[in-house]
């Protein structure tokens, strides 16, 4: 076994204290926000919260919980980040899929349109009446299809599609296998890496997003959980004024944002570690012999 060097010593150990840096900033921030959430008005107001709780308080909790609109917003919310993921994850990897191929006809003007839609938009209003037109008010596609296809992930998925062996799709199509078999069968199985990535970044985008349905929802019913907590903040929600008193309403106003923050990141914060493992490279290892 050799030996480090004592220059190589040097850089694990500065590494691991740069590294034990970076964690600990970037975990001190998560927890204070949960101790917060869980501390009580007066120590909140006085700057006392660090990483513990302290006046122990579930009145915010405690209200959000036990309204039962908020339970039915968080299930809009479910119900529109599955359904607008899986709409733009069909839109985005086919669109990506027909982009990767250098001798199609008119692949310019397909990516040229794509890139345009970066940095020039019809604006608020224009959509507004857009989406108005097309009878999608007040229901789930008006979430789903205005933002079906995200730029950035699209050119992201072209560039991993360009870079698989074309020799794997030219043996397929010797085999018989037609564009989508190659495609369902050959493509996306050596894809799990990149799809997992944008399925993350779709539902993460998805989940927090609040403003397409405070524009196009007119109905409290079909709001997702994002509204309701900004309504709450904004000390606008049933739960917060029904049966509330002064003294509930200050310690709500006191942590009321550090509550929003563990509720809506609690389920993303749930599912990272399963994906997490496909946000690996090499992939390809392998897929192609001599």
């Not at 008010?137 to 205005?146: C, D, H, M, V």
């Not at 903040?233 to 739960?239: H, L, S």
Request: with cysteine; proline share 3%; hydrophobic share 50%.
């Amino acid at each position: 076994m050799v030996r480090p060097s004592r220059s190589q010593r040097v850089f694990q150990g500065v590494n691991g204290v740069i590294l034990t840096l970076v964690v600990v900033v970037t975990l001190y921030p998560f927890l204070n926000i949960i101790a917060r959430s869980f501390s009580g008005e007066r120590q909140i107001r006085a700057g006392e919260v660090a990483l513990w709780p302290k006046g122990f308080d579930l009145t915010t909790y405690d209200i959000v919980l036990h309204d039962s609109m908020f339970w039915r917003n968080y299930g809009n919310t479910v119900l529109y980040t599955v359904v607008s993921t899986v709409v733009a994850m069909v839109l985005t990897t086919c669109y990506a899929y027909v982009l990767s191929k250098r001798d199609l006809r008119g692949r310019g003007v397909l990516v040229g349109v794509a890139v345009f839609t970066m940095f020039f938009s019809g604006g608020l209003i224009p959509n507004y009446v857009l989406v108005t037109s097309l009878g999608l008010k007040n229901s789930l596609w008006a979430i789903a299809l205005p933002n079906a296809i995200s730029v950035f992930n699209l050119l992201v998925m072209k560039a991993f599609f360009e870079s698989l062996p074309t020799e794997l799709e030219e043996a397929a199509q010797i085999d018989g296998l037609s564009t989508y078999g190659i495609l369902l069968r050959i493509v996306l199985p050596l894809s799990k890496a990149v799809i997992a990535t944008m399925v993350l970044f779709y539902s993460v985008s998805f989940w927090n997003s609040w403003f397409s349905a405070y524009l196009y929802m007119d109905r409290t019913e079909l709001m997702p959980v994002t509204v309701y907590l900004r309504n709450l903040i904004a000390g606008a929600t049933t739960g917060g004024n029904a049966g509330a008193g002064t003294e509930q309403l200050s310690q709500v106003g006191a942590n009321i944002q550090a509550v929003t923050i563990v509720l809506t990141a609690l389920p993303i914060l749930c599912v990272y570690p399963f994906v997490q493992r496909y946000f690996v490279s090499g992939v390809m290892l392998g897929a192609v012999k001599g």
